[in-house]
């Protein structure tokens, strides 16, 4: 399995910036809400506990489009795997970052990823993209 990947960063609770990539079926943005599929052992599932705030980063077209997110209300608990929450996290700001006529250096592609798992993992990985969507 390979597609896109989207970069999440959250702060810890001393401050600290935490990067995760979170591949395609892991995330769905609906209007102004995007929703996360989290393991709840992660450090960024306790890191958006603790602070609501966060950004999301993606690449559409070569271009890097920024999110600034707000958790919004709390998560819960994923039906097609239990180890996961669903995070709904409102849009604050969303925008495509320009490139400057002075940059010499700029995105070319996206952040690509390749997976080798069980057809199983990959069928869970389908189902839970469906329920991010509903």
């Known amino acids: 399995m390979e597609g896109e990947a989207a970069l999440l960063t959250t702060l810890s609770p001393e401050g600290f910036p935490h990067h995760s990539f979170l591949s395609e079926d892991e995330w769905a943005e609906a209007g102004a809400i995007l929703r996360i599929a989290l393991l709840r052992e992660s450090r960024s599932f306790r890191n958006l506990r603790f602070r609501r705030l966060a950004s ?66 990959s069928e869970l990985r389908m189902k839970i993209r469906e329920e991010l969507s509903q």
């Open 56 to 121: 999301f980063l993606t690449v559409a077209d070569g271009q890097p489009v920024i999110y600034q997110i707000k958790r919004a209300g709390r998560a819960c608990p994923l039906r097609t795997d239990p180890t996961r929450a669903r995070v709904c996290l409102e849009i604050v700001t969303k925008f495509a970052a320009p490139r400057l006529p002075t940059e010499n250096a700029h995105l070319t592609g996206s952040f690509s990823y390749e997976r080798s798992e069980p057809r199983e993992k």
